[in-house]
Each structure stands twice: as structure tokens, then as C-alpha cells.
């Protein structure tokens, strides 16, 4: 087969010692297969010499961007993306985790129709440097997990992957938070055949890793915003559910406490039930309606609790009836028979009052967070 125009995007960011051995395997790779190769390092004002390393190389066809403004993997990779000039786009991480050695069997995978190629530590034959801890195994694996209602991609955190420009140019507003952009493009470029290839992920041999725990954090914020792009509503109360559910360990805690330290069942449960709803509040502003939480908070405090109160009124006259109704029946059984009615309630409520200006259909990405 005769391969197309290639651009290899890579984001760096103080990579000054990886890149030369990066160029040079790249350059291995482009004369043995013959490639018309390209590669667009894309560098986040690194300051690190990065800049004079490339410019004193002899490649042509080895370009460096240096970014000032919007700085991160994510946008340093879109960046790199739109300026590319080839017919398949490839990324890669600088630091030699990836072998470029795996480019053109990519390539071929597209060539025979697939949508979206991921270099996979996961799939058969994939493998990862011997000195990885349980620990970062673990990680890993949770991560991948939590990305399956999106993907059934065995290594959605990979960042190796080729597409077409074409599939590129089909992205549907991008707005990525975090460094898997790889998992950004196959749900926003409505990638159905994604095909992975097994690859031999080496740990960094120069550098500092720039995975942290507040990137971690950064990656369940995108899940959620992938979430609302592909499920809409239906993952607006799923988040709902979850909000509530911590709200029921809330509230069972609280009732729980309140019995211990002598107070009677009925107060006790209109105490623990006002726990909640503030509770509830605070989550439900920051991650079910999230486009609202700007907005005053105590305006919306109120709107929330008013929208609440039906549901609570319905929860803790359940509650207290049954209780009436079955003396022995343990209070956290009464509560939860009660919270479980009252949620379809506040979820009517706050989804179609309180918040029902912006509405969030299927498809239809969500605000920025």
C-alpha cells in the first residue's frame, strides 16, 4: 500500500532531553517505510532550550510551535491538530513512552477502515514496563473503567492514536480538560471503528511525569462533561442519583447520630432531612446543574430548598406514617422508604423549575465547567 501524507503531533512541555532520541527513532521510521512524515512539536514555552535544540537539527520536516497562551496537553494537541497538514494525523507523547516503530501498522489499520487507531498497553500482546506498582496499575484500570459507558476501548487513557483528517475535520466543539484527548476525539468525532493496536508502553527514561493528582481530578471532570455531550438529561439524573444517594448515607448518618444522642424518631427525622437537602444543595449546584452555580447562592439556596420541601414533606410524611403505622419498623427502614419517594419528586422539581432555563438535550454539548 502507499501510506499518505503523515503529521506527527506531539505536546511537550520541558522535554528537551527525550526529543533528540524522539526525532531520531521518528527518522528510522520515515526512511525504512518511506512515509512522507511530518512532526509538529507543539511545546508549552518549556524555556528549556527545546527551541534551539530543533532549530540547530538538519530535519525539514521537523517543526516546533511554542504556545504562550492556553497552555495544557489537550489544547496543545488540538492546536497541533488543526495546524497539521497531513492526511492522517498521528499523536504521540514525547517522552518515549510510545515506540514510533508502531506508526505505520496504525496506518494500515486506517487503510483497511477503521475510524479512530489507539496504541493500547491493554490490548492482547500490549504490554508496560516491568517497574509499574499496583498502585499505578490500579489507576489505570479504575480510569478505563469509568470510561466504558463511552467507549468499549480496552485503553481509553491512551495518549497514541491516529485518525484521518477528515475524521478530525467531523469534531463537534472540543473542549477537554486534562491530558486524554484521545478519548475527547473518539467521542466528539463520532468515531464507531476504533481499532487498537498492541504496543510495549515504556516508562519515561528523562523528565518529571506531569500525571498529578489534580489532573486526576481534572479527568473525572471531563468524564462528566463526555457524559452530558453523548447522554444528555439521562446522565443529569444519573449525577442526580449519585448526589442523592450520598445524601441518603447523609441521611441515615445523621439520623442515625441524632437516635444516639436521645433525640425522639419524628425530630429526628425532620433534623436529618434538612442535613440532607444543604447537602444535596452543594452537590447538586456543583456537578448535576453545574451551569447554574454561578449564579447567587442564596437565591438559589432558597429555590432549592423551596423546590425541595415538597419532596421532603413527601419523605418525612411517609416516614413518620409508617413509623405510625409499624411501631417496630426500624427508623433508617421508614427514612429510606421515604427518601426513595422523595427523590422522584426534587429530581421533577429542580430539573423542570428551578433549573429548567437551560436545558440540557441529547447531543447538545454542555457549558464549560
Known amino acids: 500500500m502507499t501510506f499518505p501524507r503523515v503529521t506527527v503531533v506531539v505536546p511537550t512541555f520541558r522535554e528537551v532531553e527525550s526529543l533528540p532520541h524522539l526525532i531520531d527513532r521518528l527518522a528510522a521510521v520515515r526512511e525504512k517505510h518511506a512515509l512522507d ?4 512539536i507543539m511545546d508549552d514555552d518549556s524555556r528549556d532550550g ?14 516546533i510551535v511554542v504556545r504562550t497562551s492556553d497552555r495544557g496537553l489537550s489544547p496543545a ?23 514510533p516503530e508502531a506508526i505505520p501498522e496504525m496506518l494500515a489499520k486506517l487503510d483497511a477502515g477503521a475510524d479512530f487507531v489507539v496504541g493500547s498497553r491493554y490490548a492482547p500482546g500490549g504490554t508496560t514496563s516491568d517497574d509499574w ?21 480496552s485503553d481509553p487513557m491512551s495518549g497514541f492514536f491516529a485518525l484521518r ?40 527514561r528523562f523528565g518529571q511525569s506531569k500525571l498529578t493528582f489534580k489532573q486526576q481530578l481534572y479527568y473525572l471532570q471531563h468524564l462528566r462533561r463526555l457524559y452530558m455531550f453523548k447522554y444528555g438529561v439521562w446522565s443529569q439524573l444519573a449525577q442526580f ?17 441524632l437516635l444516639s444522642l436521645g433525640v425522639r424518631a419524628r425530630p429526628a427525622v425532620a433534623a436529618a432531612i434538612f442535613v440532607s437537602v ?4 452543594v452537590l447538586n449546584r456543583r456537578f448535576s446543574f453545574s451551569f447554574a452555580r454561578r449564579g447567587p447562592l442564596i437565591r438559589q439556596l432558597a429555590s432549592f430548598v423551596a423546590a425541595s420541601s415538597v419532596g421532603a414533606a413527601v419523605n418525612y410524611g411517609l416516614s ?12 433508617q427502614l421508614a427514612a429510606l422508604v421515604g427518601i426513595a419517594a422523595a427523590t422522584t419528586v426534587n429530581f421533577v422539581a429542580s430539573r423542570y423549575l428551578v433549573f429548567r432555563v437551560r436545558r440540557i438535550r441529547l447531543g447538545v454539548p454542555p457549558p464549560p465547567d
Not at 488540538?78 to 517522552?95: S, Y
Not at 484527548?181 to 463520532?190: A, D, M, R, S, Y
Not at 448526589?243 to 448518618?253: A, E, K, P, Y
Request: proline share 6%; net charge neutral; glycine share 8%.
Open 133 to 153: 506498582g499496583f498502585l499505578r496499575w490500579l489507576n489505570s484500570r479504575v480510569a478505563t473503567l469509568l470510561a466504558r459507558p463511552l467507549t468499549g476501548v
Open 50 to 63: 527545546s527551541v534551539q535544540l530543533i532549530e540547530a537539527r538538519p530535519e525539514e520536516w521537523v517543526q
Open 278 to 281: 444543604l447537602f444535596n444543595f
Open 241 to 257: 442519583l449519585v448526589v442523592g444517594g450520598m445524601g441518603t448515607i447523609v441521611n441515615l448518618g445523621a439520623l442515625t447520630l
Open 37 to 40: 512524515l511530518d512532526v509538529l
Open 320 to 331: 413518620v406514617f409508617i413509623l405510625g403505622r409499624a411501631p417496630s419498623c426500624p427508623p
Open 77 to 99: 494537541v488540538i492546536d497541533g491538530l488543526r495546524q497539521a497538514r497531513g492526511d492522517v494525523l498521528v499523536c504521540m507523547d514525547a517522552d518515549l513512552s510510545h515506540p
Open 165 to 204: 483528517q477528515s475524521t478530525f475535520a467531523a469534531r463537534r466543539e472540543l473542549n477537554p480538560i486534562g491530558y486524554k484527548i484521545g478519548l475527547e476525539l473518539i467521542v466528539k468525532c463520532g468515531c464507531e471503528r476504533v481499532v487498537e493496536i498492541p504496543i510495549h508502553f515504556e516508562d519515561r
